[in-house]
């Protein structure tokens, strides 16, 4: 089985995934580097461009049960896809905090808020649970993969994130 950890830049996937110990845990990130993926770079992002079909090809030559973490990993070809939701509010905060540019960070607040990775993860994938991870720890967070990869997935469906309340507090 291969599930996807995805999420928009900054809803804590790679520190939660780092602290799950049922699954063989592979970075995307990693795998980018070593099959050379990497066919540009995005000045105006600043964030390199990949091949996802070069990605997925490698991906499939994983054996074995595995957890892909990246933001793109539910376009590789996984049975699971576990989207990590967070408040635009708190994403704001905490890619502020990393020092991003400001319009990078209001890109990132934006698509979470219109749910751009979890409508593109239900478009790919059969499997698709979503977890809220504002008032979560990564540990927290961590332990919800957990149980969704034990097959406790109807604790986490689709549609348990609803940003619209908070985004119409904006106008
Ligand atoms: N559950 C959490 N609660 C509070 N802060 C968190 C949580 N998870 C992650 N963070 C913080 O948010 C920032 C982004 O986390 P992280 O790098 O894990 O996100 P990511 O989803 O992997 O982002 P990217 O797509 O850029 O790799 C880090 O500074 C991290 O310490
Ligand atoms: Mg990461």
Redesign the pocket.
């Known amino acids: 089985m291969k599930v996807a950890v995805t999420?928009t830049?900054?809803?804590?996937?790679?520190?939660?995934s780092e602290l799950v110990r049922s699954i063989k845990v592979v970075h995307v990130n990693d795998i980018v580097d070593e099959c050379n993926a990497v066919v540009g770079f995005d000045e105006r992002r600043k964030t390199k461009e990949v091949d996802v079909r070069k990605l997925g090809k490698a991906v499939s030559k994983i054996e074995g049960d595995v957890l892909l973490e990246?933001?793109f990993s539910h376009l590789l070809g996984v049975d699971v896809a576990i989207v990590?939701r967070c408040s635009p509010k708190v994403l704001n905060e905490?890619l502020s905090?990393?020092g991003w540019p400001e319009e990078k960070v209001r890109e990132n607040v934006e698509a979470e808020a219109v749910d751009v990775i979890l409508i593109e993860a239900v478009e790919t994938t059969s499997d698709v649970c979503e977890v809220d991870?504002t008032k979560?720890?990564?540990a927290e967070?961590a332990a919800a993969i957990e149980e969704i990869i034990a097959g406790e997935t109807e604790k986490y469906p689709v549609g348990n994130v609803d940003w619209s309340r908070e985004v119409l507090d904006w106008f």
């Open positions: 999420g830049p900054g809803v804590g996937k790679t520190s939660s990246g933001h990590l905490r905090a990393k991870t979560k720890s990564p967070v």
